[in-house]
């Protein structure tokens, strides 16, 4: 399975940037797609993800209510739209799936298998 991932950017605080990522290579099953960002010095940590057996969506508490996840099962593309962007969003934004993820594990890194190359997503103050 590949993850292509694109949209990041450059932004002032208080805008907007949309994120897309398409996986390929396969028909996933069961399978849970999500994003997690990196910034220099700093562990990688969750953003949001969403289900598609169920579509429901997580996300990271210092993102709720600012970004939304959506997807397009036919297509296997994600999409994160990220609004009133704040400089602590300076990041590489990575894409993630895997199938049959243990729910209590959505949040983990390690229980993604394939990874997208990362798109850099900064904001200015």
């Known amino acids: 399975v590949q993850l292509q991932a694109c949209g990041g950017g450059l932004v002032q605080a208080g805008g907007s940037l949309r994120l897309s990522c398409a996986a390929s290579g396969r028909t996933l099953r069961n399978h849970v797609m999500g994003w997690f960002r990196q910034s220099p010095g700093k562990d990688r940590e969750f953003v949001a993800a969403?289900?598609?057996?169920?579509?429901?969506?997580y996300f990271a508490d210092s993102v709720k209510g600012r970004f939304t996840i959506s997807g397009d099962n036919s297509k296997q593309t994600v999409w994160l739209q990220m609004n009133n962007l704040k400089p602590e969003d300076t990041a590489v934004y990575y894409c993630a799936a895997d199938e049959d993820i243990i729910l209590s594990t959505i949040r983990d890194s390690l229980s993604y298998d394939y990874w997208g190359q990362g798109t850099q997503v900064t904001v200015s103050s």
């Open positions: 969403i289900r598609w057996n169920g579509r429901s969506t």
